[in-house]
């Protein structure tokens, strides 16, 4: 038996998973799962789904709900459907321009089949499609079902994050109903940062922010009457934590841009508001986000500084070569960091494509700038999976990176299928997905300090060195620091989950 954890110990180490050859519970837990690989891969998914992974940092929430829901929720609201294209239409319905009732794919087979084939990435090859393209398409398809529905996305996301072992969300939305973006054009964009900023505010730009927080209010007690919170009978659900990323629509025009940035910054400078960031999304490689890519760094640059406590992460790199122009891939990145101040970088795909991409790794090594990786979105949209994928790159360089889902329910995706799809086109193991999951909340944008001193290492805070992190009775001093973070507190109930899974083993 020793001599079999010790060559699974070696292979593991093959993996960049050194740790000294010991048969404590992680050990045994690599040894496991190794095994599994090597043996029995099928079983790897089982182990994965119940391994504990910390956050999920990058998550759409409109995308993050399977197509079976929304057609459940545009059924019963009455919507219509067109029978060419599955876009759906407000009542009512008429048969004479080719739209029917939702209801009816409930005893229609084929239309349901096309729903779903249309509003998610099931049998997307036989859409005629790219990829690209058909992911795309499918938000303004099912887009109408999700009006109202908030609290109701925000309960199937959590309880699925919940059946998956991760602890904490953050969930991009923008919640204040379009206010922003409409201020945005009545306003409009004169190239003036101060000015443009001074006449959203004259124009009331501060009621958007409160439209927000009041719909994002009034969401969550409709996703706690779902899951029966504060029940006996309460999902597990309830009990994952969460925060929301405003998301900025980059292929808007300039002045409502700039007007839902500010929107953004407002919420995730209040410490009311459960919003901590902004972001922002839509294609990459369309026109208006290439076009005005660069003037929205500086938007971003220059509202940063005065909204002190907002965070900033950015969809960057989301792009391949024949996707856009070579140039097109040599500095998204890096401006996204360098002028716009990003903390956290979403995708990251064509970063080996940048200007002195070696010394890009290496300065977001030393920023401690985090990755976003989402393999399934990458694959889909991107065509870009196992080797040509940058994920081992960033490793190498010591980029912090975690795992994330993007739109896991247009992916037919989840969090356990993405450590699944590291495992096998990877070659990642147990020990770097620990990591992962360790790292992901490091870098959540959660109030407090961190349990760990050096987050590398994962060496624990002065107050709580010396002692087993997880452990049910921490120090005195250890406690008192632990009830001033949440951040920590997360943490810490992290690693009560690791020791709980790996003595299983």
Not at 108 to 121: F, Q
Request: proline letters at 5%; glycine letters at 8%.
């Amino acid at each position: 038996m020793k001599r079999i954890f010790l060559i699974l110990a070696v292979f593991g180490a093959s993996l960049g998973n050194a740790a000294p050859l010991t048969t404590g519970p992680e050990q045994r837990a690599v040894a496991h799962f190794e095994t599994l690989r090597q043996q029995r891969p099928a079983e790897m998914l089982p182990f994965l789904r119940e391994m504990p992974k910390g956050a999920d940092l990058h998550n759409h929430l409109s995308g993050a709900v399977y197509a079976e829901s929304f057609v459940q929720w545009a059924a019963s609201t009455g919507l219509c459907v067109s029978q060419s294209d599955f876009t759906l239409t407000a009542p009512p319905c008429d048969p004479v321009k080719g739209t029917a009732p939702v209801s009816n794919a409930l005893t229609d087979e084929a239309l349901y089949g096309h729903l779903i084939d249309s509003w998610s990435m099931r049998n997307w090859e036989k859409s005629g499609q790219t990829g690209h393209d058909h992911f795309f398409d499918t938000f303004g398809k099912f887009g109408r079902a999700g009006n109202g529905q908030t609290g109701a996305l925000l309960a199937e996301v959590l309880a699925r994050a919940a059946r998956g072992h991760v602890s904490y969300v953050e969930l991009m939305l923008s919640a204040d109903e379009g206010m922003a973006t409409a201020l945005g054009r009545k306003v409009g964009w004169s190239g003036d940062f101060a000015g443009t900023l001074d006449l959203l505010k004259a124009a009331g730009i501060a009621s958007a922010a409160e439209q927000a927080k009041h719909n994002l209010r009034a969401a969550e007690v409709q996703k706690d009457a779902l899951l029966r919170c504060a029940t006996l009978q309460a999902d597990p659900g309830c009990g994952v934590s969460f925060r929301y990323v405003y998301q900025v629509l980059r292929a808007n025009a300039m002045g409502p841009v700039y007007a839902q940035m500010v929107t953004g910054f407002t919420l995730a400078n209040d410490p009311d508001s459960k919003v901590v960031a902004v972001n922002l999304v839509q294609p990459e490689d369309s026109l208006a986000a290439m076009q005005n890519f660069s003037m929205q760094m500086q938007m971003l640059q220059f509202l940063r500084p005065r909204y002190p406590l907002a965070n900033l992460a950015l969809h960057a790199g989301e792009l391949a070569p024949g996707l856009v122009p070579p140039d097109g891939l040599s500095f998204h990145i890096r401006d996204s960091i360098l002028v716009a101040g990003a903390q956290r970088i979403g995708h990251g795909v064509d970063v080996l494509h940048e200007t002195s991409a070696i010394e890009l790794l290496k300065l977001m090594a030393k920023r401690g700038v985090m990755v976003e990786i989402c393999l399934t979105s990458n694959d889909a949209i991107l065509g870009v999976r196992g080797s040509d994928h940058p994920l081992k790159s960033y490793l190498h360089y010591g980029v912090p990176v975690s795992l994330s889902t993007d739109d896991e329910g247009v992916a037919r995706s989840e969090m356990s299928m993405e450590y699944l799809k590291a495992a096998k086109e990877q070659g990642l193991g147990y020990r770097q997905f620990k990591a992962m999951a360790r790292t992901g909340l490091e870098h959540a944008f959660v109030t407090g300090a961190s349990l760990w001193r050096d987050a590398r290492k994962f060496s624990t805070s002065p107050a709580c060195a010396g002692q087993q992190p997880g452990r049910k009775q921490p120090s005195q001093a250890c406690s008192k620091f632990l009830a001033t973070s949440d951040k920590a507190r997360l943490q810490w109930t992290l690693e009560a989950d690791f020791s709980a899974f790996e003595n299983r083993y």
